[in-house]
């Protein structure tokens, strides 16, 4: 098998690059020259992007947009479709996309938001691209996590939220970055001996949109933190080294932070809790 030679001409997937940590990451890995695929759900959005990160890349970047709406399940497997016909090789998957809200609110496949778009998405979206992936290998999947993770727990026995809603959604947002650690950790064992690595980070308390969305009072607060938080470059930073570097070819199932792996939480680290999480995404996402 090749050996990982970084990210240039290689083609990388990256969901949530339109804005934050995906948009810087998207910059930097078009400066090294890889060949992007950005998903994106706004198209005024999208083209800012783009404008950046050809600005970035310079004249001969080549990036393409792919539309999705990461809460619709249908909307998933249109992306993961049009994806497979155009892209012989998929090098680098980054499910990057993700969001807190303050409100519970359901999707169209009646999950619950956070649930669906931080969790469900990447679980789904890297099941229909897989065997794609593995034929590309060297190949890496890149999953943005968050610290947030420490102190929550999976409700296996409440998994829509429907038994309550605490602390404006960040209880939530908390168990769905648990999820993304726990995928990562299943992942990474069904593709030991595949040339594919699986690994997630914690980006930093970072100045971007994030929580923005959730109304005058979290966005002000947003505001008021601004000041202490890294910027969207320092936060994109571990997921541009996960994806480039070749100091971490051999890293698989790691939970990375500032470009080291880090422990996570006891919750994060049950093996049980990650198949039984892995079973029951299967389910909810109808996947094998």
């Given at each position: 098998?090749?050996?990982?030679?970084?990210?240039?001409?290689?083609?990388?997937?990256?969901?949530?690059?339109?804005?934050?940590?995906?948009?810087a990451a998207a910059r930097e890995l078009a400066h090294r020259g890889a060949l992007l695929s950005i998903v994106a759900r706004s198209e005024a959005r999208a083209a800012a992007a783009v404008e950046q990160i050809r600005t970035a890349g310079g004249p001969r970047t080549e990036v393409e947009v792919l539309f999705a709406d990461l809460s619709s399940q249908a909307s998933i497997r249109k992306l993961a479709a049009e994806i497979l016909a155009k892209h012989p090789k998929i090098d680098?998957?980054?499910?990057?996309?993700?969001?807190?809200?303050?409100?519970?609110?359901?999707?169209?496949?009646?999950?619950?938001?956070?649930?669906?778009?931080?969790?469900?998405?990447?679980?789904?979206?890297?099941?229909?691209?897989?065997?794609?992936?593995?034929?590309?290998?060297?190949?890496?999947?890149?999953?943005?996590?968050?610290?947030?993770?420490?102190?929550?727990?999976?409700?296996?026995?409440?998994?829509?939220?429907?038994?309550?809603?605490?602390?404006?959604?960040?209880?939530?947002?908390?168990?769905?970055?648990?999820?993304?650690?726990?995928?990562?950790?299943?992942?990474?064992?069904?593709?030991?001996?595949?040339?594919?690595?699986?690994?997630?980070?914690?980006?930093?308390?970072?100045?971007?949109?994030?929580?923005?969305?959730?109304?005058?009072?979290?966005?002000?607060?947003?505001?008021?933190?601004?000041?202490?938080?890294?910027?969207?470059?320092?936060?994109?930073?571990?997921?541009?080294?996960?994806?480039?570097?070749?100091?971490?070819?051999?890293?698989?199932?790691?939970?990375?932070?500032?470009?080291?792996?880090?422990?996570?939480?006891?919750?994060?680290?049950?093996?049980?809790?990650?198949?039984?999480?892995?079973?029951?995404?299967?389910?909810?996402?109808?996947?094998?």
């Open positions: 098998m090749q050996e990982w030679t970084g990210v240039a001409g290689k083609r990388v997937i990256i969901t949530g690059a339109t804005g934050g940590i995906g948009l680098v998957l980054a499910n990057n996309a993700g969001g807190v809200n303050s409100s519970r609110r359901l999707t169209e496949d009646g999950f619950e938001l956070t649930w669906a778009v931080n969790h469900l998405a990447p679980f789904l979206l890297t099941a229909l691209l897989i065997d794609r992936i593995e034929a590309s290998a060297p190949a890496r999947i890149i999953t943005t996590s968050s610290s947030a993770h420490h102190g929550a727990h999976i409700p296996f026995d409440g998994i829509k939220a429907d038994k309550g809603y605490w602390t404006g959604g960040f209880s939530r947002y908390g168990q769905t970055k648990l999820a993304n650690i726990l995928f990562t950790t299943e992942l990474a064992r069904r593709l030991e001996g595949t040339g594919v690595t699986a690994n997630c980070f914690h980006p930093g308390f970072v100045a971007s949109g994030f929580n923005r969305n959730n109304g005058g009072l979290m966005a002000f607060g947003m505001t008021l933190a601004r000041p202490f938080a890294r910027s969207t470059t320092k936060g994109a930073d571990t997921l541009v080294w996960l994806a480039d570097s070749t100091a971490v070819s051999s890293e698989n199932g790691g939970y990375f932070a500032n470009r080291k792996r880090k422990q996570p939480s006891s919750a994060a680290r049950d093996a049980a809790a990650a198949h039984r999480l892995w079973e029951l995404s299967a389910e909810e996402t109808q996947s094998a």
